[in-house]
């Protein structure tokens, strides 16, 4: 079975200050990690994803996340936060080998303060 | 060009009526998608297709029939619309049954009133 799980259902930073969205997750075997952004009233966009290979991703809008296999978490992390990246964060996780089909955390509300 | 686009956005229907969403995707994906995400922002799948074949229906009622003409198109049909039905709607497509990257619609705005 997988699951993912997102602690916090918001993160406050500052305008300028590095931010970290929370993601911690459970698989039987390897995971694919997924980040995706859903801006009000819109779809969600693939930022950015891990399948194999190096543990830091970089992905769209400045945004990069870190693969640590011990802690299983995919944190999402970008060095200066802007008001225009205030929106709700998803992470997802498949097995491979498994159902193709990822299963979404609840989301994180990012707010970023002027 | 929208790569996956879903119509209506917003949908206003009194209880027990019947309703359809279409979606179309224009990126040649071989699988589309119907996911339901609610008042909480909770996403959930509810059908997935391969090809124009159902691959997965994920418990959702019978009230919610896809139909899947070829696979570019993907539209949601629900019957006997209930209050708890009052969701977004989002359809999605992956290259193919196991493609990473989903590719999203903008949603459709399902209120029943």
């Known amino acids: 079975a997988q699951s993912v799980a997102q602690p916090e259902d918001q993160v406050n930073v500052a305008e300028g200050n590095p931010l970290t969205v929370k993601c911690t997750y459970s698989?039987?075997?390897?995971?694919?990690l997924f980040w995706y952004v859903q801006y009000p009233n819109r779809g969600l966009q693939f930022l950015l994803k891990y399948i194999t290979g190096d543990n830091l991703v970089k992905g769209s809008y400045g945004f990069e996340a870190e693969f640590n296999k011990s802690q299983t978490s995919f944190h999402l992390k970008k060095p200066s936060a802007l008001v225009s990246d205030s929106a709700l964060y998803f992470c997802a996780v498949r097995e491979t080998g498994g159902s193709y089909i990822p299963t979404f955390g609840r989301g994180t509300s990012l707010i970023v303060h002027p | 060009d929208t790569a996956v686009s879903q119509t209506p956005k917003y949908l206003v229907t009194q209880m027990g009526n019947d309703k359809s969403i279409k979606c179309e995707q224009n990126?040649?994906?071989?699988?589309m998608y119907w996911y339901k995400q609610d008042s909480k922002k909770f996403l959930k799948i509810m059908f997935s297709y391969n090809n124009k074949e159902l691959i997965i229906n994920e418990t959702v009622p019978n009230r919610f029939s896809p139909k899947s003409p070829d696979k570019a198109h993907l539209n949601l049909h629900i019957n006997s619309l209930e209050l708890g039905d009052s969701a977004v709607y989002f359809c999605?497509?992956?290259?193919?049954?196991?493609?990473?990257?989903?590719?999203f619609g903008e949603g459709s705005w399902l209120t029943v009133v």
């Open positions: 698989v039987s075997g390897n995971p694919y």
């Open positions: 990126l040649g994906h071989d699988t």
């Open positions: 999605a497509s992956t290259q193919d049954s196991s493609g990473n990257t989903i590719y």
